[in-house]
């Protein structure tokens, strides 16, 4: 290939991913695609064309709105992606469980779509509480232990802020050292790796995608990061303006303030990750330094799953998914 084929412009792609149980699903500006490698080797492809709710409704487009709406989109596709890619690898003796009553009168009450947009609503809403009761209700329930040595307001939020950033980080470093998880974290690797060799303009080949970083700044993980960061400087603002004691006041503070946190929190990672300098570098580090855990080197097979999967999103005129 010629030096004029190889050679592209670098730049930012608003194309992204998510790994999923042996697979890679990639969004594009228009298209989603999964693609998951079965056990007999082939490549299982699901397609579909992207529709957007603020290309209806504007307002949810707009700043700070836009964080939330983006983040419950986010959740419900990577479940709905998640769940789809589980389907090929079913535990042992599931293949033989016979649906329950209740489940085929859901299925047939709702229909097999209906049936299940449902268990993935419920799925979204389960994994959501349970983030919220890990990294904010739990915080604050052990927090109250401080006040035992002391009632000083700014003690307690200094604990619940350690808290917060010692169980997030427990967590990630737990999940990292379960066998299921390093295939998935593998998976990760590879999209990040195929992300930053388009991005570097370089042909997508299994040899230059094995040559990019696994640690790419526009990463889940590091928005995740962000968001508990940001909920530690707005809980420490508003609680030094209007001091509250009882721990379940506390956290009910945490969570009306949580919409504002995830909006400001994407407005930071949508900037800081369209520039490069030292202000940004300095945002993105923790995030980075937090995918040692949730990201692994992959083998060739991952990284064709993950260049297959960006190449079915890619759009067709060029530099239209620039960031």
């Known amino acids: 290939m010629s030096k004029q084929n ?27 695609a999964v693609v998951v490698r079965k056990s007999d080797g082939e490549l299982e492809i699901q397609e579909k064309e992207l529709k957007f709710i603020k290309d209806k409704h504007p307002v949810l487009g707009w ?34 469980e016979e649906p329950s009553k209740f489940e085929i009168w859901l299925n047939d009450r709702l229909g097999s779509e209906r049936f299940t947009a449902l268990i993935t609503t419920l799925a979204v809403i389960l994994g959501v509480g349970m983030s919220i009761g ?41 999940c990292s050292r379960m066998g299921e998880m390093k295939r998935v974290f593998s998976y990760h690797g590879a999209e990040h790796k195929t992300i930053f060799c388009y991005e570097a303009g370089l042909p997508l080949t299994v040899e230059n995608v094995r040559k990019q970083p696994r640690h790419h700044p526009r990463c889940g993980t590091s928005f995740l990061f962000m968001v508990i960061a940001i909920s530690i400087l707005v809980s420490t603002i508003i609680f030094a303006i209007w001091p509250v004691s009882n721990p379940f006041l506390r956290f009910l503070a945490h969570l009306a ?3 504002l946190i995830v909006g400001i929190s994407y407005e930071i990672n949508r900037w800081a990750g369209r520039h490069d300098g030292p202000i940004t570098r300095i945002f993105i ?3 980075l330094w ?11 097979s991952m ?13 067709e005129e060029k530099g239209a998914d620039a960031w």
């Open 134 to 174: 890990l990294f904010f209700l739990l915080p604050t329930l052990l927090g109250t232990g401080i006040t035992v040595l002391t009632d000083s307001m700014l003690a307690r939020n200094l604990a619940e802020s350690l808290l917060k950033i010692l169980i997030f980080v427990t967590y990630l470093a737990l």
């Open 285 to 287: 580090a923790p995030g």
């Open 290 to 300: 937090l995918q040692n855990f949730t990201t692994f080197e992959p083998d060739d």
């Open 257 to 259: 303030m949580l919409p």
């Open 63 to 96: 700043p700070l709105i836009r964080g939330v709406v983006n983040f419950a989109d986010s959740m419900y596709n990577g479940v709905t992606a998640l769940m789809y890619s589980a389907e090929f690898f079913p535990e042992d003796g599931e293949e033989d």
């Open 303 to 315: 990284i064709e799953v993950g260049i297959r999967a960006l190449e079915l999103v890619l759009p």
């Open 6 to 32: 190889c050679e592209c412009p670098k730049f930012k792609t608003m194309c992204g991913g998510q790994a999923l149980i042996e697979g890679i699903m990639m969004r594009g500006p228009k298209k989603q």
